[in-house]
């Protein structure tokens, strides 16, 4: 799995870019159109560092503490090979908004579900990291995913065409979209058997009081 430093450094990469591209004399449209664009890519990094914070204290929690830190870059190289930008076809491609709107989803609704299922005390503990490992799994799926949209979007990470980067950007969109389905027919599924077994001890309380002396 890519380092979440890379990530962050490629991000950075097309912010430095992005402030490279609005000429002296540009008009208040092209200004705003440029801030918009700073706040996609401030978004994208915030949602970048929680999903690693989130998969951190997931993993530790449960003894199998990932090294998500492999490998360095070169500062200057990154400021360097910042400047070679993708196109603005690229960068505002709707799939782009898309993907980032499912990765915050995966974690969002993970983080939420989990903690219910875990305060419910329906579940085991083998039960609890079963579901935990689940978690564990599409969250990694989730990040390698992001590492991968930001290499895409930083010319300097990888030589393609604009056709060539827009198929990646779908192919990381059907991946991350598909991943999101799971997660919400797992937590359904998850949810169903958390009511049903409230259900029976509900049922068996009602029972233990109709007939306590």
């Known amino acids: 799995m890519r380092s979440i430093k890379m990530s962050i450094a490629g991000l950075f990469c097309l912010a430095l870019s992005a402030f490279n591209v609005t000429p002296a004399k540009a008009q208040s449209f092209e200004i705003q159109q440029l801030i918009l664009d700073v706040a996609k890519l401030a978004q994208f990094k915030s949602i ?50 898309d993907i980032i709107a499912d990765e915050s989803s995966i974690l969002s609704e993970y983080k939420k579900k989990y903690s219910r299922f875990r305060n419910s005390g329906r579940f085991s503990i083998s039960e609890l990291d079963y579901i935990s490992n689940i978690y564990e799994r599409l969250t990694s ?40 389905q799971f997660l ?30």
């Not at 930083?154 to 950007?169: F, G, N, Q, W, Y």
């Not at 409230?198 to 233990?208: A, D, G, I, M």
């Open 141 to 180: 799926a989730a990040l390698h995913n992001a590492a991968d949209l930001a290499d895409v979007l930083t010319a300097s990470k990888l030589r393609m065409s604009d056709d060539e980067r827009l198929s990646a950007i779908d192919r990381i969109y059907l991946d991350t979209n598909d991943k999101l």
């Open 48 to 97: 970048l560092s929680e999903m690693y914070d989130g998969y951190t204290i997931l993993t530790k929690g449960y003894g199998t503490v990932k090294n998500l830190t492999q490998g360095n870059f070169n500062l200057h190289e990154v400021f360097l090979d910042g400047l070679l930008q993708v196109s603005p076809e690229v960068k505002k491609y709707q799939r782009v908004a």
């Open 184 to 213: 919400r027919s797992f937590n359904s599924r998850t949810s169903i058997l958390q009511a049903q077994r409230q259900k029976q001890v509900n049922e068996t309380q009602t029972l233990q009081n109709l007939y306590r002396p």
